[in-house]
Structure formats: C-alpha cells, structure tokens
C-alpha cells in the first residue's frame, strides 16, 4: 500500500473553509499522513531532518495549499528551501535524489473563479502558468509528477455544493494511492 504524505501549507486551517474542507476529507484515509506545517511550525523553525525522514517515509506526496499573491505561502516556501537540499532532494549530476520516483500532487486552492485565471481573465494567464515553479521544482527533485488538483472560487462563488463534490473527488483521488 502507498503511504501518502498531506503537507498542508495554510496559515490558518481551523479557519479556512476550503483547505479545512479538503484536509477533512482524507484525514481518515488509513494510508494518508496529515501534516499541517503551520500547526507544526509555529515559530517557522523547519526542523529538516524530520522533515526529511517523512518525506523518505511516504511513497506520495500531495502539497496542499491556498494561492497567495500567485504563489505559496510563506511557511511553504521557506520549508521548500529548507528541507529540498542539494544532495538530498535534488542532484546536480542525474544521480538519484531521495525523492526520485515518488508521485507529486500540488493541490490548491484560489479565491476566484476559474474564469479569472485565462488568458481572457483578471489574471491574464492560467493557474498553472503562475505556478510554473512548482512544475519546476518537482521535476529537478525527480518527482514522478501528477495533476494539479484546482479549487476556484474559494472566496468568492464555490456553493457548498460543489465544495462537498470538491472533497469528495480529492478523497477518491487520495484514496486511488492506495493499491
């Protein structure tokens, strides 16, 4: 059975309705892991070791968090430049890094709706256009790369509806790691 890691990168998930709603969703998912780095990481004081024998110890990992000015957030991406080391996370020479072969998934959530990030849109561009550098990262750490999973409308527009439907999919698509 595969052993997926949740690294859960809102500052705030008592509070978020849709990152909480995801999160809840797969919490009780036997072979899932939830780590929520703000719980965790208070201080942001990223302990690396243990955040890299979790990493060593799950066989996929979904990073799951909220858009923030077209980016992660802030506590995400300091533990990205902590715990992805030279070495360890990626090689400079082809070797193998540790993370070789594992699948990724970047879950995410956006408080507008979808129409906003088109070439068309608001945004003038697309979700995973702005978050290329996730693409990019998980590939140099040789990471066997899944789809992006999209929320839209998170702030604005999503029914309840449509967030139950929402965390239904992300527990299925959780759940088929599992074989």
């Known amino acids: 059975m595969s052993k997926v890691l949740l690294v859960v990168g809102h500052p705030d ?3 978020s309705k849709a990152n909480k709603a995801l999160v809840d969703a797969v919490r009780e998912l036997a072979h899932v892991t939830v780590h929520d780095l703000y719980a965790t990481y208070p201080d942001f ?3 690396v070791d243990a955040e890299q024998a979790l990493l060593a110890e799950h066989d996929v990992i979904v990073f799951q968090h909220p858009v923030f000015w077209y980016n992660t957030t802030p506590l995400l991406k300091q533990w990205q430049d902590k715990v992805f080391t030279l070495g360890w996370a990626f090689t400079m020479d082809g070797s193998p890094s540790q993370l070789a072969g594992k699948k990724a998934v970047v879950a995410v959530t956006a ?5 906003h990030y088109t070439p068309e ?3 003038r561009t697309t979700l995973e256009t702005l978050l290329s550098n996730w693409e990019a990262t998980l590939r140099l750490c040789q990471f066997d790369i899944q789809p992006m999973v999209k929320l839209y409308g998170t702030a604005f527009g999503l029914s309840d509806q449509d967030l139950t439907t929402a965390a239904k ?3 299925e698509l959780l759940a088929s790691f599992s074989a």
């Open 13 to 15: 998930l008592s509070r």
């Open 111 to 115: 408080g507008v709706p979808a129409e």
């Open 169 to 171: 999919q992300y527990n």
């Open 121 to 123: 849109g608001a945004n």
């Open 45 to 47: 004081r990223i302990d």
